[in-house]
């Protein structure tokens, strides 16, 4: 027989395994409780101290010193200046060309009008050429003694006007018809239009 088969210590050996079992978990339990208890101060230490605000990089990156903000102010206001008078400019454009079309409109009304006025000047000339060769042919076929009395009348360069349109035989036999001085003054005008007439 063994020792181990001995009657009487068979049951002595769990009880000493229970109790080293029971031992080191109580040490590691303890363990385990101190560790925590030691975090948990530190975490209420931490939560005590006063809290310390640091300015941060960024913070400090996102403050302007003040030659920076003078520098913006200055290119935002130049900005502003130069957007006024771009609508400015704009508004002087468009006004300039509402300008340019009633000036090209009237520039336009004024060329018809001119056109309808050289019209009326050339009917009205051709009605009065008219009259005048018709006139002259009136004073031709009248006596020379007649048509003598009513170019007495007349004024010097009218009456030579008409006289340069007559046939030169009935020119000549109204001129025998003048006054010396009616019949010279009407001479001295014939001969100083054809005077400034173009030669050959």
């Known amino acids: 027989m063994t020792w181990w088969s001995r009657p009487g210590r068979s049951h002595l050996r769990p009880r000493r395994t229970r109790g080293v079992l029971l031992i080191l978990s109580t040490f590691?339990?303890?363990s385990a409780l101190l560790r925590f208890g030691e975090g948990v101060g530190r975490a209420f230490a931490r939560a005590a101290e006063p809290?310390?605000?640091t300015s941060t990089p960024s913070a400090q990156a996102c403050e302007t010193p003040e030659d920076m903000k003078a520098l913006l102010a200055a290119l935002q206001?130049?900005?502003q200046?130069?957007?006024q008078r771009e609508a400015a400019l704009s508004e002087r454009e468009q006004a300039l060309k509402l300008?340019?079309?009633e000036v090209s409109q009237k520039i336009t009304m004024l060329t018809s009008a001119e056109e309808d006025l050289r019209r009326m000047i050339a009917l009205t000339e051709s009605a009065a050429e008219n009259d005048v060769a018709q006139l002259t042919k009136v004073y031709e076929s009248?006596?020379?003694k007649?048509?003598?009395a009513l170019f007495e009348e007349m004024d010097p360069v009218f009456a030579a006007g008409f006289l340069a349109r007559m046939r030169p035989e009935a020119a000549a036999d109204v001129l025998a018809g003048l006054s010396?001085?009616?019949a010279h003054g009407i001479s001295v005008i014939l001969a100083g239009r054809n005077a400034t007439a173009p030669r050959e």
Do not use: D, H, N, Y
């Open 28 to 30: 590691l339990i303890a």
């Open 51 to 53: 809290t310390v605000e």
């Open 77 to 79: 206001e130049r900005e």
């Open 81 to 83: 200046t130069l957007e």
């Open 99 to 101: 300008v340019e079309q």
């Open 142 to 144: 009248m006596k020379p």
């Open 146 to 148: 007649q048509a003598a």
């Open 180 to 182: 010396p001085g009616a």
